[in-house]
């Protein structure tokens, strides 16, 4: 059996710890998603397919000397010693038009800076590990579509990116559990009803005050 680490399956294993993990966890949830529990024969032993995994996420990981991110995308976040967790950069090249955004976003404080925060709420892979963190229920009045609608309501749920536009850089890397937070449709229309957006507190405050 040959089995080749590949960053897909690497961004999977994050996704289903959470969104955050240790190379060594990692580095277990692949071998039993993939490996049948066994190192492939193709890595030595033990440590080398350890490595190899860690060598990967730091390719991608704007952190580690010699990032470049014009070569690179940057994808994960290290937030410790050998604990990453998962990011997504943003790079003009993936975005493809404008025309996938469709409307609900008005928020324009530069055209940039608009598909920026889209992309982030929008990127299955953030929202993954977002809601992963999280849950699927709205973090400002605990709205869960599942309890409402049913089956049809399952996991679904709108993903706010919480970093004021100001303070988006070109070279930013989303962190899915400090920069984003699951909302309800209704909260997260509320938030962008104001530019910039209001805050996560501020609309809490507003249903408390009124309850
Ligand atoms: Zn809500
Ligand atoms: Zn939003």
Do not use: W
């Amino acid at each position: 059996m040959t089995y080749k680490v590949n960053i897909e399956d690497i961004q999977q294993a994050l996704v289903e710890l959470g969104g955050e993990a240790r190379a060594k966890h990692i580095q277990d949830y692949v071998l039993s998603k993939h490996c049948a529990n066994q190192i492939p024969p193709n890595y030595e032993h033990d440590k080398s397919f350890r490595q190899t995994i860690q060598r990967k996420i730091e390719d991608y990981c704007p952190q580690a000397k010699g990032f470049d991110e014009r070569k690179k995308e940057g994808k994960f976040v290290r937030i410790g010693h050998g604990m990453y967790r998962l990011a997504l950069s943003y790079s003009g090249k993936e975005f493809p038009t404008t025309e996938e955004l469709g409307a609900g976003h008005e928020f324009v404080e530069g055209a940039t800076k608009t598909i920026k925060v889209n992309y982030y709420e929008r990127s299955p892979v953030a929202r993954a590990a977002c809601i992963s963190h999280y849950g699927a229920k709205c973090v400002i009045c605990n709205f869960n579509f599942e309890e409402v609608y049913g089956e049809l309501g399952k996991s679904f749920i709108h993903v706010h990116h919480v970093i004021p536009l100001s303070e988006v850089k070109a070279s930013y890397v989303v962190d899915p559990i400090n920069d984003l937070r699951p909302v309800c449709a209704n909260c997260h229309a509320i938030i962008h009803r104001t530019t910039p957006a209001l805050d996560i507190a501020a609309v809490k405050n507003a249903i408390t005050r009124k309850n």
